[in-house]
């Protein structure tokens, strides 16, 4: 803060990118779960496989988006309520299925679009309540 002014972060717009933040980092953090399994292969739980997982590049990647949302979490929570915001965060649900669509090259059936509809509709009727 300089001046008495409030800096951008603690605007509707600072809202929104710290919105955005965390659906990019918990999507990211998820697909690339997914990919680091994969580079993973088919192993057994012991320690040759912690070992692997060690230095599989998409499992550090996950990580990295892990500990990005976390703290990204940590600055949406000062400034929302929590009854509001952790509904809001499904919506990582919509950006899972978009990057595992388009990223993984997954099929998405008719069902899956309807349900983030659904999600979608849901979360305008958390966030239309909350304005009352």
Same mark, same amino acid.
């Given at each position: +803060?300089? /001046?008495?002014?409030?800096?951008?972060?603690? &605007?509707?717009?600072?809202?929104?990118?710290? =919105?955005?933040?965390?659906?990019?980092?918990?999507?990211?953090?998820?697909?690339?779960?997914?990919?680091?399994?994969?580079?993973?292969?088919?192993?057994? $739980?012991?320690?040759? =496989?912690? +070992?692997?997982?060690?230095?599989?590049?998409?499992?550090?990647?996950?990580?990295?988006?892990?500990?990005?949302? $976390? $703290?990204? =979490? +940590?600055?949406?929570?000062?400034?929302? /309520?929590?009854?509001?915001? $952790?509904?809001?965060?499904?919506?990582?649900?919509?950006?899972?299925?978009?990057?595992?669509?388009?990223?993984?090259? &997954?099929?998405?059936?008719?069902?899956?679009?309807?349900?983030?509809?659904?999600? +979608?509709?849901?979360?305008?009727?958390?966030? &239309?309540?909350?304005?009352?």
């Amino acid at each position: +803060m300089t /001046n008495g002014k409030v800096g951008w972060l603690h &605007e509707r717009l600072g809202t929104v990118v710290l =919105w955005a933040l965390l659906i990019g980092f918990e999507s990211a953090g998820q697909i690339a779960t997914k990919v680091g399994g994969d580079q993973l292969g088919q192993m057994d $739980f012991n320690l040759k =496989w912690l +070992m692997a997982v060690a230095v599989t590049p998409g499992v550090w990647l996950a990580i990295v988006c892990y500990i990005g949302a $976390f $703290f990204v =979490w +940590m600055l949406i929570l000062r400034r929302s /309520n929590l009854s509001l915001a $952790f509904p809001l965060s499904s919506l990582v649900f919509i950006g899972v299925l978009l990057g595992s669509w388009l990223g993984l090259g &997954e099929h998405i059936s008719v069902l899956h679009w309807v349900g983030v509809a659904v999600i +979608m509709g849901g979360i305008a009727l958390l966030a &239309e309540g909350e304005q009352t």
